[in-house]
C-alpha cells in the first residue's frame, strides 16, 4: 500500500477547464503509477504473480443507504487485474501473498500454501512458488523498494526534461525590504542580487528566490526561539558585499516561519485590468490601460532594459522608485502592448496622481523599532526606543504621512525624546534617496530616506472628521482596539455592476466582515492600507476604549486633502526569468539537482513536522494536490514537470519511512529477516500492521480534514 500527502507550502489555483483537469488527472496518476510500476516490474522479474495494479485503493464506501463503488474503471489483462480506484491517495499493487490488511494475512498466507506428493507418497505443503514470500529476502527487497527507486528516477527525467525545455523562476532580486526587518536592517536595498546564500554553495546569479532562499531561511529558523543568522552576498552596482542576516520569526508561535523580510521582484507588466478598481488612478488613464501592457518607458524616458527577460519583461525597481519621486504629479508612461493585428505597438498614457485616504483621524507617534546600518540615523546616533517630536522644527503630526511631507527635503531637523534623558534631543540628518513605497506587508511606517522604522500608536491625537456633518463620538486619546468593514449603502460600486458588499467579499475574501484585532502582529499601519484598498462605498467600524468603556464608531474614508500614494493603482505581475540547460547532460545535472533538492525538502520538513516544529495543519491531501497541480498546469509543462517532481520526491519519502503497511515498514521487517534469519513473529506482524494501518487511515481523514477546511476558510 503506497500514500501520499503533501506540505502545504504550495498553495494555487483550480481546475477551469476539462483538459486543464485531464492534464492534473494524468500527471498526479503518472506518478503514483510509475511508483506501482516499479513494484510490478520488479515482482514480475522475481516470478511473482501479480493479481491486482491500481492507481487509487479500491475500498467499498457506503454513506447511509448510498453504496458507492470502489472502482472507477478496471479491466483484467493475463494474470493481472487493472483499474483505478475510488479513494485518489495513492495506489498499490496486489501479489499473491503479500496482504497488507492485518485482519487477511492469515487467510493470505493460508491461500498460498500448497501440497504436493513427494517421491514417497507424503503429502507435503510447501509455499507457491509464484506467492511473494516464497522469494527469498534480497528478492522480497528488491521487489518492495523498487517503488521508491523509481520515483527517485523518474523526478530526475522529469526535471531534466523540463530544464531542457526551460524552467520559470523568480530570481534574487531584491524588489524591496519590510520596515524593520533583518534585511533592511542590515542594509539590503532594492535592485540587490543575491547571489551567494550561507557558505556552502558557490556564488552564481541565478539562484532562485522561491527554493534557494526561502529554503534557507527557512531552515535556519527550524525548532529555534532564535533563528540561526545567514551569510548572505549581494550584489549591488557591479560589487559584491558580505552581509550576516539572523532571520526573526512571524508572531511568536516557534513553529512560525521565519523570514529576513525580502520581497521578491516584479515586472512592469500589468497584471490586472485597472478597470478592475475604478476609484484608482489608473482607471482614470487617458488612454485606458490593458492586462498585459509592459511599461517601457516614464515620461519620455525609456527604462533600463539591461535586466530585461527573454520575454522583454523588465523588473520595476525603477519604475517603482520614478513612481515615489512623482507622487504627486500626473505622469506619462509608454506601453508596449499587442495590437488585435498581433503586432507591438507602442501607447502614450497619462496617469494622474492617486489622492491618498483617511478616516478623519490622526494616531499618535511611537516610538522608532529600528535603525538601518549605515544610514544617516545610524551615524547620528539615534536609537530603537527614542520618539520623534518635531520635524523641521514642526510637531510630527500624522505619522502615517511624514515620509511624504519630507519626500523632497535633503537635511531633516528631529527633535527626539529619549528614555532616562530629560530634554529632548536636537540632530539633523542628511537625506539619501532610498525611499521606498509602502506595502501591504509593513506593521511599522519607514523613512527610509533616513534610515528609521517607527511605530504608530492606535491613541488618537487629532480629530478632523471635517468629511462627516452628523456628530460622531471620536475623542482625543481613545484607543482603537480593533475594526471591521461594513457597505455604507447597497447602490453599485462606481464603474462597476456589484454592490459594495459584494465587491469587498469578492476582493477582499475572508478578511472581509471579520472584525480584526489591533496588536503588535497587527497595527494602525495595516488599518491604513486597508483604508486605501476599499471602494468609497465601504465604511470602517472601530472599536474605541476610553477608560473603562467601549464604544463604537463608523467612519467613511474620504480624499486627504494634498496626499497622495505612489501606487496610483498598478498591479504588476511577477518578474521571472527561465533557466534553459543547453544539452542532455546539462540537462540531466539539474534534474539530479533539482531532485536531491525536492528529497532534502520533503525529509526536513518531515521531521520538523515529528519534532512539532512545524504544525500538522500544513499538510493537505488530494484536493490541496489537485489545486496545486493545477496552477502548475496553468504556467506550462515545465512548472507542471517540477511540481511532478516534487510529488514524487514527496512519495518516495513517504513511503520509504519504517511505518507498518508502507514499502519502509515491510523493508523494515525484511531486514530483520534477514538478520536473525527468521521472519517477525506472525503475531507482532500484524499487531504492527493493524496500528499501521490504523495510523494511516487516520492521517487520510486528518489531511482531508485539512483540505475541507481550508476551501472552507478560503
Given amino acids: 500500500m503506497d500514500f501520499i500527502v503533501i506540505g502545504a507550502g504550495w ?17 498526479i496518476g503518472f506518478v503514483i503509477f510509475v511508483h506501482e510500476m516499479g513494484h510490478f516490474l520488479a515482482a514480475k522479474m522475481c516470478g511473482v504473480k501479480c493479481e491486482k ?29 487493472y483499474g483505478v480506484g475510488i479513494i485518489p491517495l495513492g ?32 503429502i507435503r505443503v510447501e509455499l507457491d512458488p509464484r506467492s511473494y514470500a516464497a522469494k527469498s529476502v534480497p528478492q522480497r527487497m528488491m521487489i518492495i523498494s523498487a517503488g ?45 542580487l543575491l547571489t551567494k546564500i550561507g557558505n556552502d554553495r558557490e556564488e552564481s546569479e541565478q539562484l532562485r528566490f522561491k527554493y534557494d532562499l526561502a529554503t534557507q531561511v527557512m531552515k535556519a529558523g527550524f525548532g529555534k526561539e532564535s533563528p540561526d543568522p545567514i551569510d548572505l552576498t549581494v ?10 542576516v539572523a532571520p526573526n520569526r512571524r508572531g511568536d508561535d516557534p513553529r512560525g516561519m521565519a523570514s529576513i523580510g525580502v520581497l521578491s521582484v516584479h515586472s512592469t507588466t500589468l497584471a490586472m485590468d485597472p478597470k478592475d478598481f475604478p476609484f484608482r488612478a489608473t482607471s482614470k488613464a487617458t488612454p485606458s490601460f490593458a492586462t498585459g501592457d509592459r ?41 508596449s502592448r499587442t495590437n488585435n493585428d498581433g503586432k507591438l505597438e507602442k501607447v502614450n498614457i497619462t496617469v494622474p496622481p492617486q489622492p491618498r485616504k483617511w478616516l478623519g483621524i490622526v494616531m499618535t507617534m511611537g516610538a522608532i523599532v529600528a535603525i538601518q546600518n549605515g544610514s544617516p540615523a545610524d551615524a547620528a546616533g539615534l536609537r530603537a526606543g527614542d520618539v520623534m517630536l518635531t520635524a523641521q522644527g514642526e510637531p510630527v503630526g500624522d505619522p502615517v504621512t511624514l515620509a511624504f511631507r519630507l519626500r523632497n527635503a535633503k537635511e531633516v531637523q528631529l527633535t527626539l525624546r529619549r528614555k532616562g534623558v530629560a530634554d529632548p534631543l536636537d540632530v539633523t540628518l542628511i537625506a539619501t534617496e532610498n525611499q521606498q513605497p509602502s506595502n501591504p506587508y509593513d506593521n511599522l511606517l519607514r523613512l527610509d530616506r533616513l534610515g528609521i522604522a517607527y511605530a504608530v500608536d492606535p491613541i488618537v491625537s487629532h480629530v478632523a472628521l471635517s468629511n462627516e456633518e452628523e456628530k460622531l463620538d471620536v475623542q482625543i486619546g481613545d484607543e482603537v482596539v480593533s475594526f471591521d468593514l461594513e457597505p455604507r449603502n447597497q447602490t453599485s460600486v462606481k464603474g462597476t455592476d456589484k454592490t459594495p458588499h459584494q465587491w469587498a467579499t469578492e476582493r477582499l475574501g475572508k478578511s472581509y466582515g471579520k472584525m480584526q484585532e489591533l496588536d503588535e502582529n497587527f497595527s494602525w499601519v495595516k488599518v491604513d492600507g486597508w483604508v486605501q484598498q476599499v471602494p468609497p462605498e465601504i465604511q470602517f467600524r472601530l472599536k474605541l476604549k476610553r477608560g473603562d468603556k467601549e464604544t463604537v464608531v463608523q467612519l467613511l474614508p474620504v480624499e486627504q486633502p494634498n496626499h497622495f500614494l505612489s501606487s496610483r493603482g498598478f498591479v504588476f505581475a511577477e518578474f521571472t526569468r527561465v533557466r534553459t540547460a543547453d544539452s ?109 494501518l490504523v495510523g494511516l487511515l487516520l492521517l487520510m481523514a486528518y489531511v482531508f480534514f485539512n483540505d475541507i477546511s481550508r476551501l472552507l476558510s478560503s
Fill in 11 to 27: 498553495i494555487g489555483g483550480s481546475a477551469d477547464t476539462l483538459l486543464h483537469i485531464v492534464k492534473i488527472a494524468m500527471g
Fill in 53 to 81: 495494479f491500481y492507481i487509487g485503493f479500491d475500498v467499498p464506501i457506503k454513506i447511509g443507504p448510498i453504496q458507492l463503488p470502489s472502482k472507477l474503471c478496471h479491466f483484467k489483462y493475463g494474470e493481472t487485474e
Fill in 91 to 122: 495506489g498499490y499493487v496486489k501479489m499473491l501473498g503479500q496482504e497488507d490488511h492485518p485482519g487477511n494475512q492469515a487467510e493470505e498466507a493460508e491461500r498460498i500454501r500448497v501440497e504436493t506428493e513427494g517421491e514417497d507418497g507424503e
Fill in 148 to 192: 521508491v527507486i523509481m520515483n527517485v528516477f523518474f523526478a530526475m527525467l522529469m526535471a531534466a526534461a523540463a530544464y531542457k525545455m526551460g524552467v520559470s523562476y523568480s530570481p534574487c532580486l531584491v524588489s524591496g525590504t519590510l520596515a524593520a526587518h533583518p534585511a533592511w536592517v542590515a542594509g539590503i536595498q532594492p535592485g540587490d
Fill in 235 to 244: 550584489k549591488r552596482n557591479g560589487q559584491s558585499i558580505k552581509l550576516k
Fill in 295 to 335: 511599461i517601457v518607458a516614464f515620461n519620455g524616458s525609456p527604462l533600463d532594459d539591461s535586466l530585461a527577460n527573454k520575454a522583454g519583461d523588465l523588473p520595476l525597481m525603477e519604475l517603482r522608485a520614478l513612481l515615489v519621486q512623482h507622487v504627486d504629479k500626473p505622469i506619462d508612461v509608454t506601453v
Fill in 584 to 692: 542532455v547532460a546539462a540537462a540531466m545535472s539539474l534534474g539530479v539537482r533539482e531532485t536531491k533538492e525536492r528529497l532534502s525538502e520533503v525529509w526536513t520538513i518531515f521531521t520538523h513536522l515529528i519534532r512539532g516544529n512545524i504544525s500538522t495543519k500544513n499538510l493537505g491531501g488530494p484536493i490541496l494536490i489537485a489545486k496545486v497541480a493545477s496552477d502548475e498546469t496553468k504556467k506550462g509543462i515545465p512548472s507542471l514537470l517540477i511540481f511532478l517532481t516534487m510529488l514524487s520526491a514527496n512519495l518516495a519519502i513517504l513511503n520509504a519511512l519504517p511505518f507498518p503497511v508502507l514499502d519502509g515498514g515491510h523493508f523494515t521487517f525484511l531486514l530483520w529477516e534477514g538478520i536473525v534469519r527468521r521472519p517477525v513473529p506472525e503475531r507482532l506482524q500484524v499487531g504492527l500492521s493493524m496500528f499501521g
